[in-house]
């Protein structure tokens, strides 16, 4: 059965690393044309993937990749700070706007700039996380961008219907994010944070890309929230 991303145009935006290469590499294994869109990215072919740099807090930046690529059938949206646990009491505001910028904002303007380039029956993926519906001490930031990325999400199924929106909420995931940490260090958090899982482990990135995959190819999802979390909202 031929796949319905076969021949189409994905952009995924955000997608150096992480989840948004894995999102990449599974939507080109069922035949869709990639562009790979991010900060760190120059333009170039790799693999048999196409990338294009953008930078989604300038509204310019975003402007010149939808212009670069023109018409297109699926937007994934994976961008997303570094955000650091801290009490509203300890945390530097500017810092936060910031990290709304990117993730919440970042994914406004580049749903706005894209639809004039955007197939009528085409999707829009955003990615939430489940610090958004599972609170957590020091989490606010993440849990207010994500919460209103799940409440976005719905709205705009409504509106730009009958285009799909749709967003993709991982639980945690094993990839590059958690560079930062020492090798013991990571395996140590996977390890407690998996023990914790029904599943009994954390998640892979292919894992959490089959879900963007999904999100494209069924014609009769839309403004839903798609968990893939090992359990971890139970």
Excluded: C
Excluded at 46 to 60: C, F, H, I, K, Q
Excluded at 135 to 145: C, P
Excluded at 197 to 212: F, I, K, S, T
């Amino acid at each position: 059965m031929t796949s319905s991303l076969s021949g189409k145009t994905v952009i995924v935006i955000g997608g150096s690393s992480g989840i948004g290469a894995a999102v990449a590499q599974a939507a080109t294994a069922r035949g869709a044309q990639v562009v790979l869109a991010g900060r760190r990215l120059a333009s170039g072919r790799d693999n048999g993937l196409r990338s294009e740099p953008v930078d989604v807090t300038d509204a310019a930046s975003l402007q010149r990749l939808f212009e670069t690529v023109g018409r297109f059938d699926h937007l994934v949206y994976t961008s997303g700070p570094s955000v650091r646990a801290k009490h509203l009491a300890e945390t530097d505001l500017v810092e936060a706007q910031d990290n709304f910028n990117v993730k919440l904002w970042g994914a406004l303007r580049a749903i706005q700039l894209a639809l004039p380039y955007l197939d009528e029956r085409g999707s829009i993926s955003l990615t939430s996380g489940q610090l958004g519906r599972k609170l957590a001490a020091g989490q606010f930031i993440k849990i207010g961008i994500n919460a209103a990325t799940e409440a976005l999400g719905k709205q705009l199924a409504k509106e730009l219907a009958p285009r799909r929106v749709n967003v993709i909420s991982p639980g945690v995931i094993d990839t590059p994010a958690y560079a930062g940490l020492a090798e013991e260090q990571r395996s140590a958090m996977f390890a407690k944070a998996g023990s914790a899982l029904p599943v009994g482990r954390v998640g892979q990135a292919e894992e959490v890309a089959a879900g963007y995959v999904l999100a494209m190819e069924n014609g009769y999802i839309t403004g839903s929230v798609i968990d893939i979390d090992g359990g971890g909202l139970l």
